[in-house]
Nanobody
Framework: VQLVESGGGLVQAGGSLRLSCTASGRAFSTGAMRWFRQAPGKEREFVASINWSGANKYYSNSVKGRFTISRDNAKNTVYLQMNSLKPEDTAVYFC??????WGQGTLVTVSS
């Protein structure tokens, strides 16, 4: 599966962004999808995951209640709605598929 993220940018603290990850390949609708992020000088960390049907979602404690993961299998796309953004959310955000594929990442910068 090939993955392409989009939707990153610069936003003020308290603002919102929606990231998209579009996949090519027939396996998209049958696999779990995950979002990770990597802040400057830090290791990549898990953000959220969603199973193939969208019924099961998991979040890291740092984003729970502020971020929402969703997917549209007809569009081969997974989303990450990010609300109440904080400066510590600044990072490159990556999506990952169940087969181990990764996108190139999209940069999110939250200013204080």
């Amino acid at each position: 599966v090939q993955l392409v993220e989009s939707g990153g940018g610069l936003v003020q603290a308290g603002g919102s962004l929606r990231l998209s990850c579009t996949a090519s390949g027939r396996a998209f609708s049958t696999g779990a999808m995950r979002w990770f992020r990597q802040a400057p000088g830090k290791e990549r960390e898990f953000v959220a995951s969603i199973n193939w049907s969208g019924a099961n979602k998991y979040y890291s404690n740092s984003v729970k209640g502020r971020f929402t993961i969703s997917r549209d299998n007809a569009k081969n796309t997974v989303y990450l709605q990010m609300n109440s953004l904080k400066p510590e959310d600044t990072a490159v955000y990556f999506c990952s598929a169940g087969d181990g594929s990764w996108g190139q990442g999209t940069l999110v910068t939250v200013s204080s």
